[in-house]
């Protein structure tokens, strides 16, 4: 069976199998036919085969491929008739659909028949033309492509065959085969011709009405089925017009004669002549010349794409186009040329359209489109839309806050990449600080700042002038000796005032859950302070009001569990041993970090009421307590020295923007609080405990002197500064015998990171009555005059900086360094 | 879909991908897709010696399921970010179980 | 957000296992390893997968000297650091905080 191409096996397993593939197969029932008997039943089967191939096709054998040439032997030669049928199937197939395309439009064809020619096939007549164009062709024998010719006719006998008539009709084609047979010996491609005719033989003897095997059957089917007038272009592509099927048409010949060396021009007339008219071939041969395809091939283009539906317009573009000049018509072949190309690309891109069906098509879309979402990270494409945010809310507020980590297409700025910037803060942390330095000491030079407004408020008041008039430490040693200080009896603090038990295991989790806690309803806050909706006015529908109170009221709650989660308001147990919830949620790195975070969401009481918190609870904050210097002056682990940064880059900032803008008499009671409450001894010799006291300082000189500076203070305002004076005085009596020992000690005076001592030393110095100040300066004095030194011995830039952090005290207290010589 | 977005973030980042069988490969991460399949560039193996066989190539496409550890640069990780970025992930696959229990 | 009942109302109970791991965001954690390694770092990411993502992480890998005899094999353990390290999960064989 493999003797006609054809895959045998196919048709069986096709059975109940073809599933989208499900159509009519032409040869379907030849196939199961022959299979359905055994391969032993071969005889049979055969027996069935040439009672078709006798009552259809046989008769005309002789007619068409002369008796001298047994099939058989051709066969031999090349079978593969099916494929090489299959390789000029659009052709037909558009043969066909042309043919029924046109029956309509007839007698508008009749009128012009030298455009395609196909029409006649509806004559009775159109064989005779055929004899003329044969004459026509003799003109150009030594290009003739008569084989080609003889399929292009196929698919007409293929129709008309199955009427009786066609009988009367097929005996034209001797005709026909007296040229070709006179041909080929003029142009040495007789096996083409065999070949060729061969295969309409084997066709005419299967008794196969439908196209080669080989071709997709579908067209057939359709053609079939449909009355002519319904007939539509075969569905394979937008527009599968002749010019795809001419490219199609011409290289199955090429093929072919290559394997016999035919020269090469007829190759390509073979190409283009084939589907073209007698007629039209007549008056195209003369440009045609000795190049042959070219100027033929781009009237058919538009033509033959065209007529599948409708066949006026091309016949008169062929009109004028023979009335143009050579060159216009030139530029029109070409650009006809240009289009043929596209048509055979699309050919070439529609050739396997069909296969599937609308439904499947759906499907593996859907599919493909969801894997693409997915991919994407988001139902909803649009960037920075909830659910993109849901699904991708690392990579998309990265790329805000970093930039795309490639340059891609311009994102439209991420509203909430900004929002929760500005929510989160600054980008402290740890993986980043410690490789990005940030210009993280906005606290410490925030500080600063407000330590030197202080210093330079308190200039102005001329109430040092006597010290400055002395203007040497020196002098002031000297004073010192009339009022001797017990320096060297300084009691050393004991850390153990309070009683510290290890937190147990029990404690952490539930402190770790409480931040959890903190977090998922920080980050709910958040949300839904991204979706307040716009304020509304007097105008606006009640309902926008009402979903602006609505928010608020979702708002109000949101604090209420954040507050709580905070933990802020438990009750304080002094002599439990265990830390305040508060304090252990501190404790943690992370919940330093949400701090600053959660200080945004807190109300001015409830802000108050944290930050009396942390410094009632000032000596047992982890980063007073774990960092205490140790007693052998070893340095402080790292682990303590990272949650020290931590808590003033997170905590601090906050509350100093608290503080700094709190009533004296707020300073007042806090500052009367550490004084109460707090182990001042341990926390003054940390860096923590130190800036949160010259934090409180500060302000407090500041408010004092704008205060004092006013025309009429009230008497509530004197009071405010009575008490600040007791205590200021109170807590420079604490501090003053640990002067000398406020200062970092785990590192070398040449490399210590002091500056938040100065900026302490500065604050006190500033509120210090004339007597206070000589304390002070006795105090650090050797300190002082220690980093004078060493600073000498710095680079420049550092010199500077060193003699800088002294200077911020020694200006406070109306000296220089530079006094020191 | 978190490790997904993370990663997305460290392409065109240098990375060290260490798969299962020991093996070092260090490259520049070009691409990712949500089963952490890695596509390197300009690879170089590290210990060479001990795995001659791939030193010619270029560029690896890694399947995710082999890959033991990716070394990645801190500086190129948002640390609070990522973390806010699991709690988003965990919440929301808390509230889809708790939709689908209740 | 406003679920039925109330905000946060997903968080406060902690159910499953992978809400544990949550509670040690941020924090130093332990992590044993298929093929005897053993990690020690902070936690920054977690999946429902156990992907990990370690800061600061120190990686232990226990050896057995393979001596021609058999058995006696010596236990030699080999660390390694890594600043920033990506686990993938189907490695990972338990999680626990480093109280």
Redesign the interface.
């Known amino acids: 069976m493999s003797f006609f191409g054809f895959e045998t096996t196919l048709p069986r397993d096709q059975k109940g199998s073809r599933g989208v593939f499900e159509q009519h197969d032409p040869f379907a029932g030849l196939g199961s036919s022959a299979d359905a008997d055994d391969a032993l039943d071969f005889d049979q089967t055969y027996d069935g085969l040439g009672d078709q191939l006798e009552e259809e096709g046989d008769t005309f054998n002789d007619d068409t491929f002369g008796s001298g040439m047994p099939v058989t032997r051709q066969a031999g030669r090349d079978f593969d008739f099916a494929g090489e049928t299959a390789k000029i199937r659009d052709t037909l197939l558009e043969e066909q659909t042309l043919h029924h395309a046109r029956m309509p439009m007839q007698q508008a064809v009749q009128q012009k028949p030298k455009r395609s020619g196909y029409e006649a096939y509806k004559q009775p007549d159109y064989l005779p033309k055929l004899e003329a164009d044969a004459s026509i062709w003799g003109t150009s024998v030594a290009k003739k492509s008569t084989p080609q010719a003889q399929q292009q006719y196929q698919p007409p006998p293929q129709q008309q065959q199955m009427p009786p008539s066609a009988a009367r009709k097929m005996m034209t084609l001797e005709e026909v085969e007296a040229m070709m047979q006179s041909q080929p010996q003029a142009q040495a491609t007789p096996p083409v011709q065999d070949m060729e005719s061969q295969s309409q033989g084997l066709r005419a003897m299967l008794g196969v009405s439908g196209p080669p095997p080989g071709l997709s059957p579908q067209p057939q089917q359709q053609q079939q089925r449909g009355p002519p007038g319904f007939q539509r272009p075969p569905p394979q592509g937008p527009s599968p017009g002749p010019q795809p099927g001419f490219d199609y048409n011409g290289r199955a010949p090429q093929i072919l004669q290559r394997q016999h060396s035919p020269p090469r021009q007829q190759q390509v007339q073979q190409g283009f002549q084939v589907p073209t008219p007698p007629q039209l071939m007549g008056f195209q041969q003369p440009p045609q010349g000795p190049m042959g395809a070219p100027p033929v091939q781009p009237p058919r283009g538009p033509g033959h794409a065209r007529d599948s539906s409708y066949s006026g317009p091309p016949i008169t573009q062929a009109q004028q186009m023979m009335q143009m000049s050579s060159q216009d018509r030139e530029t029109y072949l070409a650009e006809e040329a240009k289009r043929a190309k596209r048509n055979h690309k699309i050919f070439l891109l529609s050739k396997n359209n069909g296969l599937m069906t609308p439904q499947d098509k759906n499907f593996i879309t859907r599919i493909q489109l969801q894997q693409l979402l997915?991919?994407t990270?988001g139902i909803d494409n649009e960037p920075g839309s909830e659910d993109q945010l849901?699904?991708?809310?690392?990579?998309?507020?990265?790329?805000q806050?970093?930039g795309p980590?490639?340059s891609g297409p311009g994102q439209p700025l991420n509203q909430f990449a900004q929002t929760y910037l500005f929510q989160?803060g600054s980008?402290?942390?740890?993986?980043?600080s410690?490789?990005?330095p940030r210009g993280g000491d906005n606290h410490v030079q925030r500080m600063e700042q407000q330590v030197a407004r202080a210093v330079e408020a308190a200039k102005a008041r001329p109430k040092n002038k006597s010290l400055v008039m002395e203007g040497s430490l020196g002098k002031i040693a000297f004073s010192n000796s009339k009022t001797p200080r017990p320096l060297l009896n300084i009691k050393r603090v004991d850390n153990d005032s309070k009683p510290r038990k290890p937190v147990s295991?029990a404690d952490?989790?539930e402190t770790?859950?409480s931040i959890?806690?903190v977090?998922?309803?920080l980050?709910?806050t958040e949300?839904?302070e991204r979706r307040l909706p716009p304020p509304p006015n007097e105008d606006s529908p009640p309902e926008i009001i009402e979903g602006h109170m609505r928010w608020r009221s979702?708002m109000a709650?949101?604090n209420q569990?954040l507050w709580a989660?905070l933990k802020v308001m438990e009750p304080i147990q002094p002599n439990n041993g265990a830390p305040h919830p508060f304090i252990q949620i501190l404790s943690?790195?992370?919940g330093k970090?949400a701090i600053p975070r959660v200080f945004r969401h807190l109300d001015e009481q409830q802000r108050l009421t944290m930050l009396t918190l942390v410094i009632i609870h000032l000596d047992v904050l982890d980063v007073v307590r774990d960092a205490y210097p140790p007693q052998d002056n070893t340095p402080i682990p790292p682990r303590v020295k990272e949650e020290v940064e931590l808590f003033a880059q997170a905590v601090m900032p906050p509350l100093f923007s608290y503080v700094n803008e709190a009533p004296l008499n707020i300073i007042i009671g806090l500052l009367g609080l550490v004084l109460d409450r707090v182990n001042i001894l341990a926390a003054v010799r940390t860096k923590t405990g130190v800036s949160i006291l010259t934090m409180l300082i500060s302000r407090a000189e500041l408010v004092k002197q704008s205060l004092a500076s006013s025309p009429q203070p009230t008497s509530e305002q004197q009071e405010d500064i009575g008490q600040w004076t007791d205590l200021y005085s109170r807590l420079f009596d604490t501090v003053e015998p640990l002067l000398p020992y406020i200062f970092p000690t785990d590192t070398s005076v040449a490399a210590a990171d002091d500056v938040y001592v100065w900026q302490f030393l500065a604050a006190m110095g500033v509120g210090a009555s004339p007597d206070q100040q000589q304390r002070l300066v006795i105090g650090v004095k050797e300190r002082v005059m220690e980093t004078v030194a060493v600073s000498k011995s710095l680079p420049e830039d550092m010199n500077r900086k060193r003699l800088g952090d002294v200077n911020l005290f020694m200006r406070a207290i109306g000296l220089d360094v530079e006094l020191l010589g | 879909m978190l490790f997904f977005s993370f990663f997305k973030t460290l392409v065109n980042h240098e990375v060290t991908v260490e798969l299962k069988n020991d093996i070092s490969v260090r490259g520049t991460l070009k691409s990712v897709d949500q089963y952490l399949n890695i596509k390197l560039d300009d690879i170089s193996v590290v210990e060479e010696m001990k795995y001659p066989h791939l030193s010619s190539v270029k560029n690896v496409f890694i399947r995710g399921s082999v890959v033991r550890y990716v070394h990645l640069p801190a500086n190129a990780v948002d640390t609070p970010l990522l973390e806010d970025a699991t709690r988003r992930e965990a919440s929301q696959a808390a509230s889809k179980a708790k939709q689908s229990s209740s | 957000m406003a679920s039925p009942e109330g905000p946060g109302a997903v968080t406060s109970s902690v159910n499953e296992p992978l809400d544990l791991v949550r509670l040690s965001l941020n924090e130093v954690v332990f992590v044993k390893l298929r093929g005897d390694r053993e990690l020690k770092g902070r936690l920054h990411a977690y999946d429902s997968h156990c992907n990990l993502v370690l800061g600061e992480v120190e990686e232990t890998i226990y050896m057995v000297d393979e001596e021609e005899e058999g058995g006696n094999g010596e236990v030699r353990t080999m660390k390694k650091q890594s600043e920033m390290l990506f686990v993938r999960g189907d490695s990972v064989v338990l999680i626990s905080p480093q109280a």
Do not use: C, N, W
């Open positions: 997915t991919a990270g849901a699904e991708d809310f690392y990579y998309q507020v990265y790329a806050i970093r980590p490639r989160t980008r402290y942390g740890y993986g980043r410690r490789h990005h295991v952490r989790k770790l859950r959890e806690k977090y998922s309803t980050m709910q949300d839904h979702e709650e949101l569990q989660a943690h790195s992370k970090k």
